[in-house]
């Protein structure tokens, strides 16, 4: 019989674990299932873009995987039984379960809306194609001089804002951020970013804690009030809430907290890798939920099943950063190098070869789940029984 190892999600984690794994292992050996909802990879980091207008090339994961031994099953995954070791799953047939040998859990994350009233109800977001696709068709029905407030300044924050006002150069477009937009860079690249948002005509509100957002604007933990036609809130992810409904080991913002090799630390055969893992980096810090992170997570995860089902070493280096890369529209960006421990130096990247470099970093993550067959390692190994046996078992 064969080893079973299920994949939840898709994304850049799932599907980049996946086409990693068909490459490690040998075909007589697995059955590798990729299990997501949407019949197509989404490049999450290019949401801003959809929802700004732009259309994304659509990427069919029957495609990508056609040869690579990896099926592929369009469904939502509605529960996962650790301990029996069965996921449930929905399709426009109902449910079924699926049993599995070894989880990779990349379920992904979603917006944090941290109890603010009004945010469900009210406020877009590009959490996910859905989400982004909604956002667009209602940027589409606003006239000239609408007021468009993005809430949260982070990574995703500043994309969005800086998107939307580059293609939309008639709206009146404002970001709000709890502390200093973009205060955690260096200070030549904050200084860039600042100017970039002052060519764009992007209004800043620092300092701002939003207390309640309604159809007509948000209202600060101060009391003032921000006008908005359309409140897009970037505020924070949050780990996908079905990890919650199982007995794994979750740290306190609900991720699975992995060991070193991605392995679960309560479910020895199970993976978490992504926004879904709560993993230690180098600097003895979790890693922030993020791309710049995901795809290593995926190789780590992927290489240390590999490992322990073929006998061999098992990798277990931390992961650590190289750089943050921000675009600011189409033509301009900023690549912030920073430590591996994510703490920003003074090499600074900015104006259209930073705007370069993003788009080819988004292009090669793009590429490397979309051509999993191309890339190495190719030898894929056969499994060794007593290893694939011990990895199996629950409590192993």
């Known amino acids: ?9 898709a994304g850049y984690a799932g599907a980049t674990a996946a086409g990693r794994l068909a490459k490690r292992l040998h075909r007589d050996d697995v059955e590798i299932i990729v299990v997501n909802a949407d019949p197509e990879f989404v490049e999450r980091v290019r949401l801003h873009q959809l929802a700004a207008g732009q259309d994304l090339p659509a990427r069919r994961l029957d495609q990508i995987f056609a040869n690579s031994g990896v099926q592929v099953r369009i469904a939502w995954v509605t529960a ?16 079924q379960t699926l049993g599995y040998d070894t989880l990779v859990y990349a379920l992904g994350s979603t917006i944090a809306d941290y109890g603010v009233p009004g ?27 609408a007021q468009v407030l993005i809430a949260g300044a982070g990574l995703t924050g500043i ?53 309640r957002v309604d159809a007509h604007g948000v209202t600060t933990a101060a009391g003032a009030f921000i006008p908005a036609e ?22 306190d913002t609900g991720r699975i907290v992995v060991d070193a090799t991605q392995r679960s630390v309560s479910h020895p055969n199970v993976y978490a890798i992504g926004d879904a893992a709560h993993a230690i980096g180098v600097g003895g810090k979790a890693l922030r939920m993020g791309c710049a992170v995901a795809s290593p997570m995926a190789w780590l995860g992927a290489d ?10 098992v990798p277990d280096a931390p992961i650590g950063y190289q750089s943050q890369f921000i675009s600011l529209g189409r033509r301009d960006g900023i690549r912030q190098v920073v430590t591996p421990e994510d703490q920003p130096t003074e090499k600074v990247v900015t104006g259209r070869k930073g705007a370069r470099f993003k788009e080819l970093i988004c292009s090669i993550a793009a590429w490397c789940v979309v051509h999993p067959t191309m890339l190495k390692p190719s030898r894929r190994r056969h499994l060794v029984p007593a290893a694939a046996a011990e990895n199996t078992a629950p409590g192993s």
């Not at 079905?242 to 740290?251: F, G, I, K, V």
């Open 1 to 9: 019989m064969k080893h079973r190892i299920v994949v939840l999600g």
């Open 304 to 313: 240390a099943i590999a490992a322990r089902l073929t006998g061999r070493a």
């Open 230 to 251: 359309m409140t897009v809130w970037t505020a924070g992810f949050t780990a996908h809430p079905l990890a919650q409904a199982t007995t794994l080991e979750l740290s």
């Open 119 to 145: 945010v469900a109800e009210y406020a877009h977001n590009v959490a996910g194609k859905p989400a982004a696709l909604r956002l667009r068709a209602r940027l589409n029905e606003l006239g000239e001089g």
């Open 80 to 95: 996962v039984d650790t301990d029996s070791q069965i996921v449930t799953v929905t399709d426009d047939n109902g449910a």
């Open 159 to 211: 994309e969005v804002a800086a998107e939307i006002a580059e293609a939309r150069p008639d709206l009146d477009v404002a970001i709000a951020a709890r502390g200093g937009v973009g205060d955690w860079l260096d200070e030549k690249a904050r200084r860039y970013l600042l100017g970039a948002f002052d060519r764009l005509g992007i209004t800043i509100h620092e300092g701002t804690d939003i207390a």
